[in-house]
């Protein structure tokens, strides 16, 4: 049973960095991407930033490039976002994904996900 479980979230100021972690477990997911993806009151739930686990390749939104990076642990099985110079429109539910795409590209589509975390909240004070 594949479960993805985040933790990291809280209450920060604008300006300030989180690292978001996601434990992955279950199975092996060298044949996997990993997603996080955000989710603000009355809004879709978008793509932040992914990673494809076997080849380490990136896709960010443009409206976080430059300010966060994903990367992978493969001792850990954990996934990181590293959110630096928060803004409050940062603010929302970050959740962990993982999408079985073997050596393609991470989908930035949720319906391309297999699987999900419970999410952590992210709230960025002005």
């Known amino acids: 049973q594949v479960q993805l479980v985040e933790s990291g979230g809280g209450l920060v100021q604008a300006g300030d960095s989180l690292r978001l972690s996601c434990a992955a477990s279950?199975?092996?997911?060298?044949?996997?991407?990993m997603g996080w993806f955000r989710q603000a009151p009355g809004k879709e739930r978008d793509i932040v930033a992914a990673?494809?686990?076997?080849?380490?390749?990136?896709y960010y939104a443009d409206s976080v490039k430059g300010r966060f990076t994903i990367s992978r642990d493969n001792a850990k099985n954990t996934v990181y976002l590293q959110m630096n110079s928060l803004k409050p429109e940062d603010t929302a539910v970050y959740y962990c994904?993982?999408?079985?795409?073997?050596?393609?590209?991470?989908?930035?589509?949720?319906?391309?996900?297999?699987?999900w975390g419970q999410g952590t909240q992210v709230t960025v004070s002005s």
């Open positions: 990673i494809n686990w076997s080849t380490g390749s990136t």
């Open positions: 994904a993982a999408a079985r795409v073997g050596w393609g590209r991470a989908p930035v589509a949720s319906s391309g996900y297999d699987y």
């Open positions: 279950g199975r092996t997911f060298s044949s996997y991407a």
